[in-house]
């Protein structure tokens, strides 16, 4: 059965059994190459056929996704529990249309991922040579997406994604880790950035180790890091997160100083670079390009229309059918270099990786932290030792009030702690909570 | 199903006679509904149904994985094992050497008990059931609830597993879970407390979760929080920690650590190493410090009696009295350390590869009661509820954060603290306990891990503990 005639299928099942629809398509293929220091692990293959239904009844409302293998009787019955449900504080009617197919494919990439042959990105990382040293991942990924809502969309695009990350060991407690993402085969992204983790695991070697003393120390963050505290900020300016209460922003309203005025963050659904690239979102509107940042204001809270009529805002062009979701992120760059992000931390701790971020209160914004790989103790601008696995353990609001300064280089990061693709910088804080444990 | 095991059986030998030393087909259907009501009305109703083949084959010493929805048809499942093999070929030219262990296969046919059929109760009654939940929700006297978001999750879960080498199972596996997120304000300050419900079942589970009583008891906790506790005390002192607590430290300290392609580094860029990587057995903790991990408990989160590799399923002794004991195992890792699977591998859904996994993981309890743990303790604290934790790549740091606590005075409970940080490394932790509660008891949570990441359900569980002379703060 063609995309098509599942379309086709779906909505004409709809037609008279709801009053509103929106479906949604997914058709492609997807590889993954997962090695560690015994070789590849696992070369994994997907084929995504995925048909995804909105309906409302009334102002009742229910979502669908279904592979199943014959979808219309799936999608039928699923919309027989759609009557049953109850009127929906966030039902709004679906907008017109006015998204625009906005496609991104790089070729090699779209027949690696479909037929599953995927030997020459293992020549070309040159992965046998890291045999012993180091563990990661490569991704290729080519999907079509279609949507038809019961407003008047028609639309679909293409896109291509080529992602991956890669950590290095020198001896058991010496590792970097870095990512890169793109729409394009970009050998020259992935090879800087696994030349950035066989860096930082060969530089933290050389140093002697010391023990970090718990306390207030100004610290650098890594783009790894960094992306994965501006997912979490991100996530807290999404009117879902703020709906359903966990949302540190839950008392902010746009115009409120929440940040240093060295901080802007972006939504950047038009970065056609970076994989989250799309000119409409699910529910056919255009998307576009939004500060939600911008030298320390909250500009904007992320918007379908659903969560934007609640909130009596405007849809930000952010939807998700039931909540908003962010697309690409970029933080603007600042205007030091590498060498002058250390000189200007003088005294501190550099943080080049992080994960398990966990929130002993979203509403305040209590969290912690744990780093992992290279910790280089600094002192007069020179990486003088490397510990590792020190937390973070302060609040969010007081973080991102801290930030001193951003490097002019943006890194484009995604992996498993930075879930959206990320353009960001080094970033300086004056000051955060350190800990260890004992 | 509409596919039999033969189909299965086909895809088998199709993938055999393209060169696989082994290889192996799961049909895999998860169809669940989803209601998510907030402040008392249904925000939405969500069906899914996941559903399609998983492969997996070795050639040349390469493992290859392949899925393909239903919704490709048999064409798309046919053509699935083609990419498999291409992926298992790609894999072979900088080969991990996998082979799989031997082992007793099962051949055998898996339901679980569901007392009360899922599809047996409409969705009007459940939707009901949780609008009275949240109608039955009190605030105390200076405390203000903000919102409450409760998530009302069920699935079957059905599969078909045959490999090359003579496996043939067959599960059919319902689940019943509830979250829920409780937002209050109070004293000035706001708080949230999230928390989850799960089991192996029918609906009788809904019954047995009582979560009607664990959201008033959490809104109680809130106020506590809020209104009435003060700052952590610091210092060296001793901990006491409630069956949640000791539940998140076997999972986390005990469970994960010992998950052996953890332990052989095939997780280091994702989900992180182990500590057992270099040490590799002696003294983990005092003689209280034994940790289970049990996937046949009935009506538990992680059950199940084969694992996604036809293996059937046992206890594991992860901890033993203080002394590092067995790893979690599937074929591939027990083919590296020559010994027999113990039937730890697990996969999501069809997207997804089996990969070595918790199911219930728990510290043994032991013969005291809480009130007889809590008798000779001078000075310390109580830790009841814990809303952040987090640890280390190698699970040897570990933080806990209290959202409900209390002084312990001369052997009782004395006035509520708040936020009260325990952080210490998985030696430290294991070796302070001296004594045990009979009080085992069980929590759910999903567990992640895997690239892509597979969050699968598993319980935790534990007694009371005491643990002696811990730094607090």
Known sequence: MTVEAVLDAVVKALKGLVDEYAVIVVDGYESMIKFYQRGVSVVQSWRHREIGVYAAIGRKMGMVWVDAEDPEKAVTEAVEAVKHSGDSPLYAPLPEPSGEPLSSVDVKLKEAASSGEVSFIVEDLELEETRGKAAGMVKVEYNKVHLITSAGADLDYEYTSFNGYARFFEGRDASGQWSWTSTRYDLAAAKRAIGQARELAAECAKLPREKLEPGEYRVLLSPMIAGNLVEEVVMAANAGAVLFGFSFFHDKKPGDLVASENLTIIDKPRDMELPEARGFDDEGVATRDKTIIERGMLKSFLHNTKTAKLMNAESTGNAGWLLPRPFNVEVAPGDLSPEEMLEALRDGVYITNNWYTRFQNHLEGTFSTVSRDAVFIVKGGKPVACTHRVRIADSMPRILKNIEALGRQQWPIQWWEVRHPTRIPFILLSSARLTTAE | ?473
Not at chain 2, 68 to 96: C, F, M, N, Q, V
């Open chain 2, 1 to 473: 199903m509409r596919w039999d095991p033969d189909f299965l059986s086909m895809l088998v030998e199709k993938m055999a006679s393209a060169g696989a030393s082994y290889a192996e087909a799961r049909l895999h259907s998860i169809r669940g509904l989803d209601v998510v009501v907030m402040n008392g009305m249904v925000v939405s109703v969500g069906r899914e149904s996941v559903e399609g083949v998983a492969l997996r084959a070795v050639v040349g010493g390469g493992l290859g994985f392949a899925s393909s929805p239903l919704s490709a048809g048999r064409e798309g499942a046919e053509e699935a094992a083609g990419r498999a093999i291409a992926s298992a070929r790609a894999a072979s030219l900088s080969p991990d050497t996998i082979s799989m262990a031997p082992a007793r296969l099962g051949r055998a046919r898996v339901e679980a008990s569901e007392r009360i059929p899922i599809d047996s109760v409409s969705v009007e009654d459940k939707i009901s059931r949780l609008l009275e939940a949240y109608k039955s929700l009190e605030a105390p006297e200076g405390l203000k609830l903000q919102n409450v978001v409760i998530h009302y999750s069920e699935a079957v879960e059905r599969k078909i597993i045959v490999t090359s080498d003579g496996a043939l199972i067959e599960t059919y596996t319902p689940r019943v879970a509830v979250f829920y997120n409780i937002t209050a304000k109070g004293g000035g300050r706001t708080a949230n407390r999230w928390f989850q419900l799960g089991g192996t079942g029918g609906l009788e589970l809904l019954d047995e979760f009582k979560f009607e009583e664990t959201m008033k008891d959490d809104v109680e906790s809130l106020a506590v929080n809020l209104l009435k506790a003060s700052p952590p005390p610091r210092g060296v002192m001793d901990v006491v920690l409630s069956p949640e607590l000791s539940g998140i430290i076997a999972h986390e300290a005990a469970g994960h650590p010992s998950e052996a392609d953890r332990v052989l580094g095939r997780e280091a860029a994702q989900a992180g190493m182990s500590f057992r990587s270099w040490m590799k057995e002696g003294e983990i903790g005092s003689e209280y410090a034994t940790v289970i991990d049990d996937p046949t408990i009935p009506g538990s989160y992680g059950f199940y009696l084969y694992d996604d590799e036809g293996v059937p399923a046992r206890a594991r002794k992860l901890y033993d009295k203080g002394r590092l004991a067995e790893l979690l195992h599937n074929r591939e890792t027990a083919a590296v350390y020559g010994v027999e699977s113990n039937a730890a591998a697990r996969a999501r859904d069809y997207k997804s590869e089996p990969i070595v996994r918790m199911a219930n993981t728990y510290i043994a309890p032991g013969d005291y009661s809480f009130e007889e743990l809590l008798e000779d303790v001078k000075e310390g604290v109580y830790i009841k509820k814990y809303m952040e934790w987090n640890i280390d790549d190698v699970r040897w740091g570990q933080r806990y954060v209290g959202l409900e606590a209390y002084i312990i005075k001369n052997g009782r409970l004395a006035e509520p603290v708040r936020d009260v940080a325990i952080e210490l490394t998985t030696k430290t932790l294991f070796s302070s306990i001296d004594a045990a509660a009979k009080d085992l008891k069980f929590y759910a949570g999903t567990c992640g891990k895997g690239e892509p990441a597979q969050g699968i359900p598993v319980w935790m569980g534990g007694p009371h503990i005491r643990l002696r002379r811990v730094k607090v703060g």
